[in-house]
C-alpha cells in the first residue's frame, strides 16, 4: 500500500501563495499524483491531480518533478475560505483503486 | 450537479444495536468506497466495491460487513454497534480506473 508524508499543519496569511510538499519515496509506475481538500464536515473534495512536470486548473498548481519522489500543490493568493485540510495520494490507474489517505496537511489562513 | 448521498448526517445509536449507513450515487460509478475518519488517523478504508454484489476488505474490516445488491447503492453494515466505532463514515464513489472520487457529506455515528 502507496504511503505519502507531508507535513501536519501550516499556517498563512491572506493573499500570499501556499506551497504543500508530498513525498512520494515509493510511487508506482502506474500511478497518478491526486490532491483533496476537505471542510470540516464535510467529504474530501477533488482538487487536481497529475503524473509529471506541471498541471494547472482554476483552483490550483501541481509540481511534479523528474524523478516523482515528491510533488507540490500551489495555492495562489489564498483566502480564509481556503482553510481547510489538503491531502495527497497515489492513484493507481490499473484498476485497484485502494486509496490511501494519510493525515493531510491542516492550512490554517490568517487574515 | 452529480452525488452522492448518505441517508443521515447524525446518527446515535446503543451499544449491541445493528446499524445501517446507507449510501446512493446518481452518476452510475462502479467503484464505490467505505471509510472512516477520526482525529489525528486520517481516513482508513473499511470496505469497497468494484461491481454488484462484488466486495473487498479495506484496511479496517473488522466489526462491519456490506452490501452492494444494486450498482447505485452501497451499505455499510455494523452488527454489534460499540463504542469504538463512534466515528465520522464517508461514503465515495467512482469509475473504475478514474481518479476522480466523488464524497458524500459523511454520517456522524455516537454510539453510547
Known amino acids: 500500500l502507496a504511503k505519502t508524508t507531508q507535513p501536519i499543519s501550516m499556517d498563512s496569511y491572506e493573499g500570499q501563495e501556499v506551497n504543500i510538499t508530498c513525498s512520494h519515496n515509493?510511487?508506482?509506475?502506474?500511478?497518478?499524483i491526486t490532491w483533496y481538500q476537505q471542510f470540516p464536515s464535510q467529504g474530501p473534495r477533488f482538487i487536481i491531480q497529475g503524473y509529471k512536470t506541471k498541471v494547472t486548473n482554476e483552483v490550483a498548481s501541481l509540481f511534479i518533478p523528474a524523478d516523482r519522489k515528491s510533488s507540490t500543490l500551489s495555492l495562489p493568493r489564498v483566502s480564509l475560505s481556503d482553510t481547510a485540510v489538503y491531502y495527497c495520494?497515489?492513484?493507481?490507474?490499473?484498476?485497484?483503486?485502494?486509496?490511501?489517505f494519510g493525515t493531510g496537511t491542516r492550512l490554517t489562513v490568517i487574515p | 450537479d452529480v452525488k452522492v448521498t448518505q441517508s443521515s448526517r447524525y446518527l446515535v445509536k446503543r451499544t449491541g444495536e445493528k446499524v445501517f449507513l446507507e449510501c446512493v450515487q446518481d452518476m452510475d460509478h462502479e467503484n464505490m468506497f467505505w471509510y472512516r475518519q477520526d482525529p489525528g488517523l486520517g481516513l482508513r478504508l473499511i470496505y469497497f466495491s468494484y461491481d454488484v454484489k462484488m466486495k473487498e476488505k479495506g484496511d479496517i474490516p473488522e466489526g462491519y460487513s456490506v452490501s452492494r445488491e444494486k450498482k447505485e447503492r452501497f451499505s455499510l453494515i455494523l452488527e454489534s454497534a460499540s463504542t469504538n466505532q463512534t466515528s465520522m463514515y464517508l461514503c465515495a464513489s467512482n469509475f473504475r480506473g478514474n481518479y476522480g472520487y466523488t464524497f458524500g457529506s459523511g454520517t456522524r455515528l455516537t454510539v453510547v
Open positions: 515509493n510511487i508506482a509506475t502506474n500511478d497518478y
Open positions: 495520494l497515489e492513484i493507481d490507474q490499473t484498476g485497484a483503486n485502494n486509496l490511501f
